[in-house]
């Protein structure tokens, strides 16, 4: 399967697939709208029911690297309510996210109907 | 509590400038503002949540570090992949719990064996030899437990973090315990005292290691490799560490160990094995992890 993106070159899904956690959950996790990176971490635990909590040093290393392969964007900066200090950058899923997580979501849907298929039936 | 709160921020904000400029620049100040706040909610949780975010950072930065400098290059593919990060995230935990275990074995059967010692003339007088060496299996199998309990709770804390907490801490516990005990039973029950008897002892151990990898594997072949495998790595592997150190750092009165630095070779001894192993174990692990999504995938695609 190929992704294509608005300015990104076409790549196969071979080479992004299956997406590490970390990255699936940061990508699900912007889908509702745009976040900061605290936000994010935060609703990255809340998704994974406490499983994954990430360290800031792997989520900015990893939105830095979604950045880069144009997966997210930077959509402004957003001064959260009763927060004094600095406005934080905010960041938003790109079409060619979009295209990634439907790939996944298609990948994933695929391997649960396998496993249904496989165990119906045999107590599993 | 509030000076060690600062402090940790301190030594983060120092920590930050191991990144690449280009990287400092454009997200160090989100980074540090992140983890501020992380620890300042974490403190008003518990002491533990406070430990835990403290942990979880020690863990990743070298990684993530690693791979921000090594980014466009070919390390960097391998630096990214699950098997790696789950690899160096074993041997840190493991190599860590590893030392910890042992060397706190020492300091506290050290302190026992006075303790023991002095209870047993008032109460024994003149025992006989075989009971001294009952005693000293006590002081031994308590202080192995209480070395192996702390060692599987921090292997926990480092490799599973909350998730799995428990379980992965029971089995540290266990793994660290098991070959330990074999070990000193065998050593002060008996008067074996041959050269190659600590080879014997360190395959029993790396047995078992192995065994505990093995558990994961699909097949009983593969299991019984990994157990044999860890038998045969695991003494020769401790040897050779100790070896090396041994000749690195030789004692600085040639036939005299002062105690100092014994420790340090048994320390820096254990840190080579235990990252080794714990590399192992975490690559296995992350790596059978991967295999078994890459498998059905293929499963699929072949049934379509």
């Not at chain 1, 930077?74 to 905010?90: A, D, H, I, N, Y």
């Not at chain 2, 516990?173 to 050269?195: E, K, Q, W």
Request: a positive charge.
């Amino acid at each position: 399967m190929n992704i294509k993106g608005p300015f990104m070159v076409t790549k196969n899904l071979d080479d992004v697939s299956p997406l590490t956690e970390t990255t699936l959950y940061i990508l699900v996790s912007l889908v509702p709208g745009p976040l900061h990176g605290y936000a994010i971490g935060k609703r990255v635990r809340n998704l994974s029911e406490n499983r994954i909590i990430l360290s800031v040093s792997t989520l900015y290393t990893t939105l830095k690297r979604m950045l880069e392969d144009g997966w997210i964007e930077r959509v402004g900066l957003e001064q959260e309510p009763g927060k004094s200090g600095r406005p934080r950058k905010t960041y938003a899923l790109t079409e060619r996210g979009r295209s990634i997580l439907a790939a996944e979501k298609q990948r994933l849907q695929s391997l649960l109907a396998l496993v249904k298929k496989q165990t119906a039936g045999r107590g599993i | 509590m509030r000076f060690i709160t600062g402090l940790c921020k301190r030594i983060f904000g120092l920590l930050l400038h191991l990144y690449p400029t280009k990287f400092q620049y454009e997200y160090g100040e989100e980074l540090q503002s992140d983890f501020d706040r992380q620890l300042e909610e974490a403190r008003s949780v518990s002491g533990w949540e406070f430990l835990s975010v403290c942990l979880r950072e020690l863990r990743d930065l070298p990684v993530n570090l690693l791979q921000t400098h090594l980014e466009k290059k070919r390390m960097y593919r391998f630096l990214h992949s699950q098997s790696f990060r789950f690899g160096w995230r074993g041997a840190l935990a493991f190599g860590l719990s590893f030392v910890v275990v042992n060397v706190l074995d020492m300091v506290v059967n050290t302190a026992l064996a006075k303790f023991t010692i002095i209870n047993f003339r008032v109460w024994m007088g003149d025992a006989p030899q075989q009971s001294w060496d009952l005693m000293n299996i006590a002081d031994n199998v308590l202080s192995y437990s209480v070395a192996s309990i702390v060692g599987g709770f921090l292997f926990a804390a480092l490799f599973t973090g909350k998730f799995r907490f428990w379980k992965t801490a029971n089995l540290g516990t266990i793994g660290f315990f098991v070959p330990g005990l074999i070990y000193r039973v065998l050593l002060y029950s008996s008067n074996i005292n041959f050269s190659w008897f600590d080879w014997a002892m360190n395959a029993i151990a790396g047995l078992f290691l192995g065994a505990i990898v093995g558990l994961r594997a699909e097949s009983g072949r593969r299991k019984f490799a990994l157990a044999g495998a860890g038998a045969i790595l695991y003494p020769l592997l401790v040897n050779f560490s100790f070896q090396l150190i041994s000749s690195l750092f030789p004692p600085a009165y040639p036939g005299i160990t002062t105690s100092t630095e014994a420790y340090r070779q048994v320390i820096l001894g254990f840190m080579v094995v235990g990252l080794f192993y714990g590399f192992l174990l975490g690559s296995i692990l992350g790596w059978g992890r991967k295999t078994n999504v890459l498998k059905e995938t293929n499963n699929e695609r072949v049934s379509n």
